[in-house]
């Protein structure tokens, strides 16, 4: 166990309906990155907040936002959602803002299906 | 745009064996390259390596980078069944991180 969290486990949609995933990095965690896993892409790197401020954007999409709270956690927001967003999504935590340069650690996961 | 490739993209062996997973990068302004292990879940952490040719070693798992050639390796010695996994490599630099598509290693008894 990681320490980090990630609400719901799974998630069933439809298409062009919007979800929102939420994480809960470790304790002390300032930087939270989230990650999309498909079988096709691979685990792409999506964005990163650290200390409630973005820090680095990787292939966030349009419809894809996200935010990080003065607690600390984060939600991601998916939007006018469409099949191929259907995927792993990882939510990742570390003490420093260093993309490359921190030990990050994972969440479970959220498996998003949306039919 | 950044791209990372491993080879091979598959590995099947008996326990016991050595085996050694490629990482080549194309990563600008590169800071370090990553290894993590990925079985049935998430992904946990195993090797960051930011300065070419010196090994990290963690019991029988030990890596090199090399960034003239821009490349690493990740060895594993003496394999275990429990050694079962996909292996991720990643490059980043401050404000980009990129994986490959993974080696996925079947260690058999």
């Known amino acids: 166990d990681s320490g980090v969290t990630q609400t719901p486990k799974h998630l069933i949609t439809a298409t062009g309906q919007r979800v929102t995933l939420r994480c809960s990095p470790r304790s002390g965690d300032l930087s939270v990155y989230w990650y999309q896993q498909s079988l096709d892409q691979g685990l792409q790197f999506l964005i990163q907040y650290y200390n409630g401020e973005e820090r680095a954007k990787g292939n966030i999409l349009e419809r894809f936002s996200a935010q990080q709270f003065p607690d600390l956690h984060s939600e991601l927001n998916l939007s006018s959602l469409e099949l191929g967003d259907s995927a792993l999504y990882f939510c990742?935590?570390?003490?420093?803002?260093?993309?490359?340069?921190?030990?990050?650690?994972f969440g479970p996961g959220t498996r998003l299906t949306v039919l | 745009e950044d791209k990372v490739v491993q080879s091979p993209l598959s590995l099947v062996v008996h326990e016991g064996d050595t085996v050694t997973l490629n990482c080549s990068y194309e990563?600008?302004?590169?800071?370090?390259l990553l290894w993590y292990k990925q079985e049935k879940k998430a992904p946990t952490f195993l090797f960051m390596l930011?300065?070419?040719?010196i090994e990290k070693k963690s019991g029988r798992l030990s890596s090199i980078l090399d960034k003239k050639e821009l490349f690493s390796i990740l060895n594993i010695t003496a394999t275990q069944t429990g050694d079962s996994a996909v292996y991720l490599c990643?490059?980043?630099?401050?404000?980009?991180?990129?994986f490959g598509k993974g080696t996925l290693l079947t260690v058999n008894p």
């Open positions: 990643a490059g980043g630099s401050n404000y980009k991180l990129t």
């Open positions: 930011t300065s070419s040719g």
């Open positions: 990563v600008t302004n590169f800071r370090s």
């Open positions: 990742a935590s570390s003490e420093q803002p260093g993309l490359a340069t921190d030990t990050q650690y």
